[in-house]
């Protein structure tokens, strides 16, 4: 099977599978999208939407996370990890967002990657699942099992991010990546339980 075919094999198995790809991360628009993805660092999705909305109940926009001090953010994120530095980041990004932009999140890679604590995997959720500008966030799980069909020899998630873009249509770009995350969430974990991940056993 060649890389191509491989390719169309795992886009249509995954459309089978998931038709329908939910955003991970609880959010009501785009600043607690930012938010959510930011804290998401190191942590489980699952931890994140589990203190998020006493978050929000608090400080829903970046000028309401602006006024608060960087301990009563710190407390209501505590759970998680790296909490001392997300909170900084955090307070700092909602000034800024709040200063520069008006309060709101702006839409290009350039100034969303500018703001305290947000790295280019963070940008690209944001323009994607906000804006509904292709993008391919690439996390472990997708440069795992990118790694593991052969699909990239990247060494790092910016040369696999790469590669998923070559071998990709750009118009399933933002589905796709949620769609691998759910498939290695289930079927392959890092580690556990891997005998259900049919898709590996088909195109290897």
Known sequence: MTKKQRAETVMAELEKLYPEVPVPLEHKDPFTLLVAVALSAQTTDKKVNQITPGLFAVAPTPQRMAKLEVYQIKELIK???????KAKNLKAMSEILTEKFSGEVPQTFEELES???VGHKTASVVMSQAFGVPAFPVDT???????LWKLTEGKNVEQ????????????RWNKLHLQIIFYGREYSPARGNREN????????
């Open 160 to 171: 696999t991010e790469r590669d998923a873009k070559e071998i990709f249509p750009r118009d």
């Open 197 to 204: 991940d049919f898709i590996t056993r088909m195109i290897l």
């Open 79 to 85: 759970e998680i990890g790296l909490s001392n530095t």
């Open 141 to 147: 799980h997708i440069h795992r099992l990118m790694k």
């Open 115 to 117: 703001l305290p604590g």
